[in-house]
Structures are given as C-alpha cells and as structure tokens.
C-alpha cells in the first residue's frame, strides 16, 4: 500500500533552516548543518544515519516538493536532477516540464492534492516522499494526508529561522515506530493515523 | 562537579504546553498529556521512561523554577511540595520562604543569576536541576549556564502554545549524550559546552 512520507530535518529547536534563507543560502545561516548527517560539510555518517539517508529512496516512486525546495535546488541538483523520480512541484508560477536525466519536475499549479494524485498516479504501489520545504509539509498535515513522519533531529540549536511546524491543526497524535539515535542526528519515524 | 541540567518535556512541534495556560490550567489545551510518561494521566510509564523520571532527581541538590511554574504547581503540589528539595523561583514578586514539609521555596528578585548561586551554595556538590518554565529554560540557555539539556520529546502535535524554545542566541552546538526511546516519549540527553 502506497504511503506518503513526510522526511526532513530540522535543529533541535525546530528549525528547518536558519535566517537568512536566499537562493544562493538555501538554509540561510545553518548552511549544511542540517544535513552533515548525510555525509555532506565533511562530516564521516555511521550506519545508522546511511540508513536513514537510503530509507529516503528504499520504496519511493515520486517526490512532492515546494517550489522554493526547487528553485533553490535546482542548479545544485545537477544534470541528473538529484531525485532519480518523478517530482511535482507545487507552485503558483507556471512552469513546462523539466527532464533531467532520469529526474522530471512537473510543475502543479492546482494545489497540493492535485500534486498529490499526480505523484500517486506516477508512484504506482510505491511511496511518496515530502522532502520539503516547511510549507509544503504545514499543508500536507494540515490536508491529513500524512502517514509517517521522519523528522531527523540535529543537536544544534539555531535560535531562528525557518520552523519545520506552524499553523498545523491542534492535537494530532503521533505513534512512534523508529528511533535510531547518532552522535550525527536521531532520526525518529512516527506513523500518523490518518 | 555540580552540574546546571535543563530536563523538561516537549511536543514533538517544540511546545511546553498548549494555547490556553492558566492558573487552573497549567498545561494549557494539552492537559498532561506532555508528562503521561511520568504515570500521569492513567499511562504505564515503561522502564526507559521510569529510568528518565528518576533520573530527574538522581544526583540532584537543588530546583531552579520559573514563578508561573511555581504558581501552577503549588495546590497540585501538596503538603510536601512534590520536590523534596530546595527550590529557588525566579520571580519579580517577592514572598517569604514557604516551607512544604522537605521542600523549601525561596523567592529570588534580583535574577536567574542570583538564583543559580543560591541553588549552587545548597546543592553543594550535586546538580541543579531547572524544570522550567519555557521563559527560565530560555533565560538559562541565554545566559550560557546550561551543562546538560535533557528534552523528553511526546509523540504528539500541539499545533501551538507556548514554545520552549525561543530566543535563543544563534547557533549553539549539542552533543547527544543519550537517547532512550519508548512508546510514549523519546528521552533526548545533550551535553553544552560553555
């Protein structure tokens, strides 16, 4: 049965990014702080945080993503485009379909379901995987359309910036099915009764 | 060494309580349902949560709180005091000592600093523990006094309240000392350089 994920990072005190976000600062001032787990700033992962990264691809058939996550990815995204997926972007701003290698942006202009069925239509019995950004995942919990959440917590403290959750609907209780804990990040899965 | 330990419980969206605290409504919408670890409200606490409450208490000599910490709990408290120990409220109100059985409260005016040297000359070699409020927590990790952050974080989305953290300066490192995860809270250690 076809899930969809929501899987980000975020600072101990619940920060997507650090002020100061741009698009040559796509997280602001933390930089790749968020994402040293991932091996990126130099960083050696263990086991625990190569798995968590390759989870993010194990059973995945395409990617929602904001369009900021885009703009801001695209050129370090490279030829190939990253994903290796079928991506939807959500967005306003019109755009014709971008093909990059084995990556194809579709650019979704009628909202975030819409999006959605897309990426399930493409997905086939495989899972979908919001990557991001924070607005993105505000609405994908607020449509209750979650069910799991993979939120990678880095020990560094901000103090500002981006914050993961916002204006998402009172009392939603979360079950926790996974925690893998790294000096790097503890990577804490919950399942979401939809 | 005396340590200054921070161990407080969060909602996995970062809140401390829901919107709506008030007197006879200390944890706001959220009810106990932050501190269902702890026992509370009808939960089986299993043995990594039994491990985390006593830990609380382990090598503790003193209690750092916040007044509307204090003011919340002194009815729920009881005869006693529910601490046990010497409690230090940072307050701008003054008010005498009250003595609860083993616990005494003394009312400190002139600071957090104030308090924490008071809550050091009775702790002796033992720890200080600060189990909130949110404003005292941030005042702590702004004064750079913090040795120890321990964050009890409830599977659970507020979608809003008070936030535990906030302005908080920019960019402090954490080092996950330990994580013990159960079904009802994952119990995140971080040890802070000063």
Redesign the interface.
Known sequence: MSKLIVDISQS???YVA??GVALDAPFG??GL?LHRWHGLDGAAPTEGDKAASAAMFDNTGAIVLGRRMFDVGEEPGGADGAFGLPCFVVTSRPRPVLVKGPTTFTFVTDGLLSAIALAHAAAGDRDIVVPGGAAVVQQC?AAGVVDELR?H?V??????GT???G??????????TQ?V?T?LA?H?T?RLSR
Chains 1, 2 share one sequence.
């Open positions: 101990a005190d619940g650090g002020p001032s933390a702080r919990l939120v917590v020990p560094v403290l901000l103090g500002g914050p993961l959750f204006a998402v609907p009172a009392h939603r209780e979360l079950e926790p925690v804990a000096h503890t804490i919950y």
